[in-house]
């Protein structure tokens, strides 16, 4: 089975231009979740959905982050405009139900990079 | 607010040793706790799942810990391989769906 798919694996761009990344979660999957790695701040999780309606977007860091999640089979996560300090590794996961047993499934991530 | 923290940040070891990882919580109210493998460039790889009303979990070489009284878990390796040299990250969920993570140790196992 795939996994969870992210696109781009990297991202170069000029400060103040919008960046889109993407997420394809496991087939199956109700909850999918986005979070973002610094080596300052570790991972946190910015927003998440259960069968493609957000439910929790208080980890969205301001206004110029928004997500969304037009059918089960896709994501994206836009930022605009971009700043150099949103320069992270962003991370999609998928998990199905939200029950005690069941594991979140991680994406290799997207390497963004804001000069 | 749920804190995570996970002790050594680093660790070096030669190869066939067997050793212990360490993750503290704050928050005792948790639903599981997982562990995590990260290799460089790459995601997350969920390596056990620990259910709050369980004390362990094995998985090959691995077997993790669970003590929610006093908000530790512990990832022991058994026999340590070269392969084995990652990131290895916890996590707590709580009430909410989010996982609050640790900062990781980085393992190093040298040939």
């Known amino acids: 089975d795939a996994g969870v798919i992210q696109s781009p694996r990297h991202e170069v761009t000029e400060m103040g231009q919008e960046v889109t990344l993407r997420c394809k979660p496991i087939s199956g999957h109700d909850y999918l979740f986005w979070y973002r790695q610094t080596m300052m701040r570790g991972l946190e999780l910015l927003i998440y959905?259960?069968?493609?309606?957000?439910?929790?977007d208080s980890g969205m860091p301001e206004d110029r982050f928004s997500a969304k999640m037009p059918n089960a089979s896709f994501s994206t996560l836009k930022i605009q405009p971009s700043e150099p300090r949103d320069s992270a590794v962003y991370f999609c996961?998928?998990?199905?139900?939200?029950?005690?047993?069941?594991?979140?499934?991680f994406g290799d991530g997207t390497r963004l990079s804001i000069l | 607010k749920q804190e995570v923290t996970q002790i050594p940040a680093a660790l070096s070891v030669p190869e066939g040793e067997n050793l212990v990882l360490n993750c503290s919580f704050t928050?005792?109210?948790?639903?599981?706790l997982q562990w995590f493998r990260q290799d460089p460039g790459k995601g997350l790889t969920s390596l056990l799942l620990i259910q709050s009303s369980q004390r362990e979990q094995t998985s090959g070489r691995l077997n993790a810990s669970l003590d929610k009284s006093s908000g530790r878990s512990t990832l022991y390796i058994a026999a340590s391989q070269p392969g084995d040299s990652a990131t290895y990250l916890c996590?707590?969920?709580?009430?909410?769906?989010?996982?609050?993570f640790g900062k990781g140790t980085s393992l190093l196992v040298t040939p």
């Open positions: 928050d005792s109210a948790i639903y599981n």
């Open positions: 996961a998928s998990s199905l139900f939200i029950q005690e047993n069941q594991p979140q499934h």
């Open positions: 959905f259960n069968n493609n309606v957000p439910i929790d």
């Open positions: 996590a707590v969920r709580n009430s909410g769906y989010a996982l609050n």
